[in-house]
């Protein structure tokens, strides 16, 4: 029984570039969530995904940054044109519902590198 | 706008006596709380919780305190031993939402 898998671990990228980090939550969770933590920060929420939709994407920046989670396959979260200052751990987290119960559970995160 | 505060950044404590680890929120209208707990270049992991009704809640060594006319929060580690080292979060729900708001996380150190 996997838990919440995140690839890649660690990414580098050149200013400019395009990053790309996938999540596949843990069986039996449709629920999916992003939070990025900053250097010496705490999590910080960036989007709540259900299948196919994006429920809240108020953490997101407007710009550069998008989410999807498809009906097959992982979540995806998209950083276009990465700046330096999108260097931070990206952590995905799932469950099975929304109600109060329902704590998350992490992914061990994607460190993002911006060189 | 930090509606979640862990005011201590790390904590030290001896191998067998209590860590207590403090968390503070502005928001009346928070209704569960989360403690995680982290280890190095890996994810939260869950540690306990407590609902807005309660006061208190214990989970073997891990016990949550629930103040909420104080707004206040903490979680007491008894005995502490070294494998509780890592950084702690404490997070909070607003009544009826998903999203839970963390705090920034207390760092400690349990010496053998």
């Known amino acids: 029984n996997a838990g919440v898998m995140q690839n890649p671990r660690h990414l580098v990228r050149r200013r400019g570039q395009e990053a790309r980090l996938r999540c596949s939550p843990m069986k039996g969770h449709s629920h999916v969530y992003w939070y990025r933590q900053l250097p010496e920060e705490g999590l910080k929420f960036m989007v709540y995904?259900?299948?196919?939709?994006?429920?809240?994407e108020s953490g997101m920046p407007k710009e550069r940054f998008s989410a999807e989670f498809p009906k097959e396959g992982p979540s995806i979260l998209r950083i276009q044109q990465v700046v330096r200052g999108d260097s931070a751990a990206y952590f995905c987290a799932s469950s099975p519902g929304q109600g109060a119960a329902y704590g998350y559970t992490f992914g061990s995160g994607t460190r993002l590198t911006v060189v | 706008d930090q509606q979640v505060k862990q005011n201590s950044p790390s904590l030290s404590v001896q191998e067998g006596r209590i860590s207590i680890l403090n968390c503070d929120y502005t928001n009346s209208m928070f209704d569960y709380f989360l403690w995680y707990k982290k280890y190095p270049a890996e994810g939260p992991t869950f540690l306990i919780s407590?609902?807005?009704?309660?006061d208190k809640n214990e989970d073997g060594r891990f016990t949550v305190f629930l103040n909420k006319s104080a707004k206040h929060l903490s979680l007491h580690i008894v005995p502490s031993q070294p494998g509780d080292s890592a950084v702690y979060f404490c997070?909070?729900?607003?009544?009826?939402?998903?999203?839970?708001?963390f705090g920034t996380g207390t760092r400690l150190k349990v010496l053998a």
């Open positions: 995904l259900q299948k196919e939709n994006i429920i809240d």
């Open positions: 997070a909070a729900r607003h009544s009826g939402t998903y999203k839970y708001i």
């Open positions: 407590i609902s807005s009704i309660k």
